[in-house]
């Protein structure tokens, strides 16, 4: 876009008469040309871009969830602890997992020795010193919650990001929310026993951390929770789950024998 400097033409025709005695004689004096000024070309107009809206922690949250879930399989490094009445069980676990839909086979180790606990389309097993046990009853073990790591997460509330945090050499961003409470109960790795002295949901509590590296998906995932018992002791229980492999399936292996034994539990 061209803008027009104004400028001024003097060019015109000047007549001069010349009278002579004797004689008639006419001149025309030469028009002066005056040079138009130079021709400038006005700067273009600046468009600003459009700028987009900050993503909300809320919204990195729920994305981190989502973009974790949909990579399905992960090797996880877990630890649960639950303290009842001062009564504290520590199991850790490790394994694969399929989020999508609940699968994986983990290896446990708590103060008792060492289990193993498969779960796949054809069933629910757990290896006990040598043996297969074909577990039936929903519920029955405590450390099943690990085989669904992002349970209430994308039910999150009161997202805060806290900033940058290094997870095993990974440079990572750290939110904190609120869960439902609610869950507490049923996701933290409480025994059936554990759960018979709880006093219900008020004043229970369920805190939430993940970490997200630099491709928006979860490496770690703690949770906290509290509330208190029929005789108003404290309860509290700790869940914690390191994410590695994401998408890299592995196969489950499933013992033939194993739904031939019922488990004593």
Known sequence: MQRLLAY???????????L???????????????????????????IDEPTQSPTSPRE??????????????????????TNVEGFERITAGEGYVEMLQGY??????????????VLTANGHFLELDGTWFSIEREGALPTTVAFD?????????????????????????????????RIGISSMGFSEEE????????GASLIATIWIDDTGRIVRVLR?????SLDGDPIRATSLFLVNNLGEYQPIDVPETADAIPAPV
């Open 195 to 202: 759960r018979t002295v709880f006093a219900g949901d008020t």
């Open 20 to 46: 002579a005695t004797g004689c008639s004689t006419s001149a025309t004096s030469e028009p002066t040309a005056t040079p138009s000024p130079a021709l400038t070309e006005a700067p273009s107009p600046t």
């Open 149 to 181: 790591p992002l349970t209430g997460l994308a039910e999150a509330t009161n997202v805060v990001e806290i900033g940058t945090e290094d997870v095993g050499g990974l440079t990572t961003t750290r939110l904190d929310a609120d869960l439902d409470a």
């Open 60 to 81: 990195t949250w729920l994305t981190a969830v989502l973009d974790t879930e949909q990579a399905d399989a992960a090797t996880m490094d877990i630890q649960l602890i």
């Open 224 to 228: 906290e929770y509290s509330t208190s």
């Open 8 to 18: 001024t033409a003097s060019a015109g025709l000047v007549a001069t008469a010349m």
């Open 104 to 117: 994986g086979d983990i290896a446990w180790t708590d103060d008792l020795g060492a289990t193993r606990e």
